[in-house]
């Protein structure tokens, strides 16, 4: 095969996987997913949530790592808040949530409500509105594809911006990210690596860091 048609094979297998896990997602962002998966009910949510691969890996690095009546910031909750609610309900976390977007905010906390979850849900802009300090600061930063500059400049900011002593999870798809990328990010920023979670078959990846002394 010459070398530009491999190129447009392996860019047309690309594009095939990026159209099944659209799809895929897709068909997670549902109600019954959300109850399957997390245990949350989705129903009364009033804006659009999405449910994707990076979503459910998360889940293993929160099961992983946090503890029962840890201080955990959930950032970006999005309008079903499925991360802090399912700490709050299964790790017995005390949660704070954050969104930039007013209509997921307002969104997150009726879900909150309606599942009789009591974790704090803030409009902030990543931790301006935020006080004190957690164990956690979790983050699955929205990207649009791996050429999304916005998408690192905003992991660049959860690392600089980010309490002391905070411990850190990012999660992200590599179908849609550039690992290597993130990677330099986090070692530019001085933070070290403790893990990185992974699953068969999950294409996502969640960093789980600290700043380096
Ligand atoms: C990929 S979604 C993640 C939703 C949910 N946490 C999850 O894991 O499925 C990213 C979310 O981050 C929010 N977001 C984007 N920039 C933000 C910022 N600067 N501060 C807080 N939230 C932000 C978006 O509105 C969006 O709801």
Same mark, same amino acid.
């Given at each position: 095969m010459l070398f530009e048609d491999q190129k447009m094979y392996h860019w047309q297998n690309l594009k095939m996987s990026r159209l099944f896990i659209k799809f895929l997602t897709r068909l997670l962002s549902s109600n019954i997913f959300a109850k399957l998966l997390f245990g949350v009910d989705c129903g009364r949510s009033t804006s659009d949530y999405q449910i994707g691969f990076s979503t459910i890996l998360m889940k293993k690095a929160l099961r992983k790592y946090v503890k029962n009546n840890d201080k955990v910031l959930d950032i970006g909750t999005g309008a079903c808040a499925i991360h802090g609610i399912w700490l709050r309900k299964n790790m017995n976390a005390n949660v704070t949530a954050t969104e930039i977007d007013d209509k997921c905010a307002k969104s997150a906390r009726i879900v909150a409500k309606h599942n009789k979850s009591d974790i704090r849900i803030l409009k902030s802009d990543?931790?301006?509105n935020v006080k004190g300090n957690f164990d956690w600061a979790v983050f699955n930063p929205p990207f649009? #594809?791996?050429? #999304?500059n916005n998408g690192y400049k905003i992991v660049e900011r959860f690392l600089k911006e980010s309490p002391r002593k905070t411990r850190m999870m990012i999660v992200v798809n590599v179908f849609y990210v550039n690992q290597k990328k993130i990677e330099e990010i986090i070692k530019e920023n001085n933070y070290r690596m403790i893990d990185v979670v992974a699953k068969f078959l999950n294409p996502s990846k969640v960093y789980v860091v600290e700043k380096a002394l």
């Open positions: 990543l931790f301006k649009r #594809d791996m050429e #999304d």
